[in-house]
Structure formats: C-alpha cells, structure tokens
C-alpha cells in the first residue's frame, strides 16, 4: 500500500519508501533506490526528503559526494522549518561545506533549530558565544534551553541526572495528557 502511494505520486510516501530502502526495513537495503525515491520527494517540497537527500550528497551514500548539492536540499529543508537540517545547515555555514564559512549564518541556523528542540543546536550557540566574545550574539540572547518539565531553565543538559531523575519519577495521567 505505501508502495502504491509512492508511486502514485505521494510525497510522503515517497520519503517513506525511501528510508525503506535506506535502512533495508522491509526491502532489500538499496542506497541508490532509496536516493531516487527522496529525489522524487524532494522535488515536490518534502523537506524531510529533502533534508535526507542533503545528507546522501554530503555522506556519498546512495550518490557521489557533492558538498554543493548537499548545500542546496540541506538548506530548502531548513528553510521550511526543518530542525535538524537547520542545525547541520549551520554546521556547514560554520565548516564551510558547499558554501563560504559565515559565522553569522551558522548562528542564525543554530538559533532557529535550538528554538525547535534540537538540543546540539543550543549547544552550538553556546560554543559560538565562548570561542567568538565579539560575535554578535544580540538575537540569541532571548532563547533558553528548559528542562522537559519546565521547572527552571538549565545551562547544560547532564544526561546521568536526567536519567536518574527520570527513573525515579512517575507522572500522573495518560498518553493523551498534553505533558505526557
């Protein structure tokens, strides 16, 4: 049936079949296949498609490696809002893959993915601000990482006490409660 979809022409299916085969879940694995089904994706505007088209070219899987075309569906990704091709878009700003290193775009990138969750991002705008003082850092200011109860704000994530905390705990409710 998502076979069918794919070929029909739907784009989220067409991402689905692709990481199918990029993963060989259910179908022999196939890198190549799984690149022409992301393609026809991100053509039509998926940007996970898109994001993990980025990734084919920027790793060689699937495709040869093309640091430019990697640049291209990374950055159509990020600019849909996707948060994980917006944070390793900023990493490319920053490392200067398929594009002139630009330490403004990489926190701008990096901003918009912490503001998503993406907690590398955050981290990276940290490092940002402690490698570079003069790096104008005005824009990032107002953004906070909380902790996944929202108790207080947090400056580094200590992923033991996390653990521990969560281990102890237990929360009242369901599955359908908005905090679960």
């Known amino acids: 049936k998502l076979l069918e979809k794919a070929e029909s022409g739907d784009a989220s299916s067409q991402q689905l079949v692709g990481n199918c085969y990029f ?25 996970k498609a898109q994001a993990d088209l980025g990734a084919c070219y920027y790793s060689g899987k699937g495709l040869s490696v093309d640091e430019g075309e990697g640049f291209k569906w990374t950055a159509k990704a990020a600019e849909q809002g ?3 091709a917006q944070c390793n878009l900023g ?7 398929g594009v002139q290193v630009d330490q403004k775009e990489a926190l701008k990138w990096f901003k918009k993915a912490s503001e998503q969750g ?12 402690k ?17 996944p109860f929202m108790v ?12 521990r905390f969560a281990a ?12 679960a």
């Open 23 to 47: 993963k060989g879940d259910g179908v022999s694995k196939d890198e190549k296949v799984a690149v022409k089904w992301f393609r026809k994706s991100a053509e039509q505007g998926n940007s």
């Open 118 to 129: 993406i907690t590398q991002a955050y981290s990276m705008l940290e490092a940002l601000k």
């Open 168 to 179: 102890s705990t237990s929360l009242n409710g369901s599955d359908k409660d908005q905090n």
């Open 152 to 163: 207080k704000d947090v400056g580094e994530i200590n992923y033991d006490d996390v653990r």
């Open 91 to 97: 990493f490319k700003y920053l490392e200067g893959k």
């Open 131 to 147: 490698a570079n003082p003069k790096l104008d850092m005005s824009d990032a200011q107002a953004f906070s990482v909380r902790n």
């Open 82 to 84: 996707h948060p994980a």
